[in-house]
């Protein structure tokens, strides 16, 4: 039997979804076409607009639908940027654990654009310091361009105070994008209540099409675009729509909110589960970012004496997907930069796995991974010894 512990890195879609899909795709028609076949699909397409922003708790025209969340975080890191340099604004503040497609971006801009990037450092629990963005902004606000805080942390799922955040920013008039990929439709999340002046979603983490993606960008907010072309999305992402995945991600969309709170309290106790399970039967290892508050559903321990990368192929062997939630660049395993920021050497971040839970997974799911886990540390270590 396979277990699918890997939540975090994409969802199984649902039917419902993959029916709004098949369906979008027979129908014909340019959903900016202003024929009859143009004006349907555009129907269903803001359609889908509407749903989304009603969930995502804010105005439909502040959403920018692209081609992934990386497209998303593209946009919003490098526009915001480029607004607030027209300005003289050359500091793009990022934390230190934010996902790759916010980290390159920034060392784009560095590179590209003379941006002077400045990183914000966490705690051992993996959470951002309020202090070091207050001081940073009593001393530099007229400098800074855009502050990009993800919401919560792909790789321990730690939950980032980005409320604290855009109040502390707003009172200097700064920008604040939030990277809440893997939050939206696991925690509640408002763009309108949050203040944010962007946030980026993506399909795939919540039982949606993979390859889509929403910018969502306050009304009247606008950027300079990365792609240029027909003019669609405020002019912000030219491009023939998506229509069948746009539509498929709202329909992922009502479908979590459906259950949104009986699926997170399964999903939270699941992780309840395991946590406890490893604590109980492996007691040297340990859960990242344990006492901050987290996601319900990611688990990310560190086994002493391991490597990460024969415990996941151990694992896999035996039925079990997870991750080391670190990137792999070339084949070349590097130790998670997160793991890092929170003060890990290089040996125990490569001795991490993430484990990533859906309300797809069973009690039963938990219990067979514990059972394997014991044996599986074991040949884990003397493979490490050799
Ligand atoms: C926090 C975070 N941001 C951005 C992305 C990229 O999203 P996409 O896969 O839609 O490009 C991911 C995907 O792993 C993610 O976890």
Redesign the pocket.
């Known amino acids: 039997m396979a277990i699918y512990l890997d939540h975090?890195?994409?969802t199984p879609m649902v039917e419902a979804c993959t029916q709004a899909v098949i369906r979008q795709l027979k129908v014909l028609g340019n959903p900016s076409s202003l024929h009859t076949f143009g004006r349907a699909a555009r129907k269903e397409l803001e359609r889908a607009r509407e749903i989304i922003a009603r969930h995502v708790d804010c105005h439909p025209s502040e959403i920018i639908f692209t081609g992934?969340?990386?497209?998303a975080?593209n946009t919003a890191l490098k526009g915001l940027f480029w607004r607030g340099k027209a300005h003289g604004r050359n500091v793009v503040v990022i934390s230190a654990i934010e996902?790759h497609?916010?980290l390159d971006p920034a060392q784009w801009l560095t590179d590209h654009e003379g941006a002077e990037v400045i990183l914000l450092d966490v705690d051992s629990n993996g959470l951002i310091n309020l202090n070091q963005v207050r001081e940073l902004l009593s001393h530099r606000a007229d400098e800074i361009a855009v502050i990009s805080v993800?919401s919560?942390?792909?790789e321990t799922g730690v939950i980032q105070p980005i409320s604290e955040i855009v109040e502390i920013a707003s009172d200097y008039g700064v920008a604040v994008h939030s990277?809440a990929?893997?939050s939206f439709g696991k925690v509640p999340l408002s763009f309108s209540k949050l203040g944010l002046t962007a946030m980026?979603l993506?399909?795939?983490?919540i039982g949606g099409p993979?390859?889509?993606?929403i910018l969502v960008l306050r009304k009247g907010f606008d950027i300079p675009a990365l792609l240029h072309g027909g003019g669609q999305e405020r002019d912000i992402r030219s491009g023939t729509f998506n229509a069948p995945s746009i539509v498929g991600f709202a329909t992922a969309v009502e479908e979590i909110f459906l259950d949104f709170v009986s699926h997170s309290l399964k999903v939270a106790s699941l992780r309840v589960a395991l946590e406890s399970g490893i604590a109980a039967k492996m007691p040297d290892a340990y859960i990242n970012g344990l006492s901050a508050d987290r996601l319900p559903g990611i688990v990310n321990a560190t086994f002493p004496g391991t490597e990460s990368d024969t415990l996941l192929l151990l694992l896999d062997a035996e039925g079990v997907a997870c991750s080391t939630g670190s990137a792999c660049s070339a084949g070349v395993q590097r130790p998670s930069h997160v793991l890092l920021a929170m003060g890990h050497t290089d040996v125990s971040a490569r001795s991490s796995l993430r484990f990533s839970i859906g309300p797809s997974n069973t009690a039963e799911d938990i219990a067979q991974t514990l059972k394997l886990l014991p044996a599986v540390l074991t040949r884990a270590r003397a493979a490490n010894l050799r």
């Open positions: 975090a890195a994409t992934s969340g990386t497209e975080d996902h497609a916010i993800m919560a942390n792909n990277d990929v893997q980026t993506s399909g795939h983490k993979l390859g889509i993606g």
